[in-house]
């Protein structure tokens, strides 16, 4: 598999964050490839300097990719300030709740892009 054109880095409001984005992504290995790719940039930045949104509309993630971006969310996670994750319905909800479970991770689910960027955004 080659490296993907994907902009995993977006701004808002000035600010830098991560992008994983799912839309358009069919299949185990399409959703695994692009964990991947976004680990690997991930894992380049310093401890917890890392804000995320990951948008997971419209994708299907089944329970046996899931194992392996759990793998790749362990590794991953000490990068992390803060991330947000929209667009979940149904047993994909459910998976991602067992990712967060099983890496530790304080993701928090939200209904709009907005509302999820202000609080990746927000100042502590």
Same mark, same amino acid.
């Given at each position: 598999?080659?490296? !993907?054109?994907?902009?995993?880095?977006?701004?808002?409001? $000035?600010?830098?964050?991560?992008?994983? $984005?799912?839309? $358009?992504?069919? $299949?185990?290995?399409?959703?695994?490839?692009?964990?991947?790719?976004?680990?690997?940039?991930?894992?380049?930045?310093?401890?917890? !300097?890392?804000? =995320?949104?990951?948008?997971?509309?419209?994708?299907?993630?089944?329970?046996?990719?899931?194992?392996?971006?759990?793998?790749?969310?362990?590794?991953?996670?000490?990068?992390?300030?803060?991330?947000?994750?929209?667009?979940?319905?149904?047993?994909?909800?459910?998976?991602?709740?067992?990712?967060? !479970?099983?890496?530790? !991770?304080?993701?928090?689910?939200?209904?709009?892009?907005?509302? =999820?960027?202000?609080?990746?955004?927000?100042?502590?």
């Amino acid at each position: 598999m080659s490296k !993907s054109d994907y902009q995993f880095w977006r701004y808002y409001k $000035g600010r830098e964050f991560m992008h994983l $984005g799912f839309e $358009g992504l069919v $299949g185990d290995e399409a959703i695994i490839q692009r964990c991947v790719e976004g680990g690997k940039e991930t894992i380049k930045r310093p401890d917890k !300097s890392v804000i =995320a949104l990951i948008h997971i509309k419209g994708a299907t993630i089944t329970p046996s990719a899931m194992r392996i971006i759990k793998k790749i969310g362990l590794t991953t996670q000490p990068k992390f300030i803060r991330s947000a994750i929209i667009g979940n319905t149904g047993l994909v909800t459910i998976l991602i709740q067992i990712y967060i !479970s099983y890496t530790g !991770s304080k993701m928090k689910f939200f209904t709009n892009y907005e509302s =999820a960027m202000e609080y990746l955004i927000a100042d502590e």
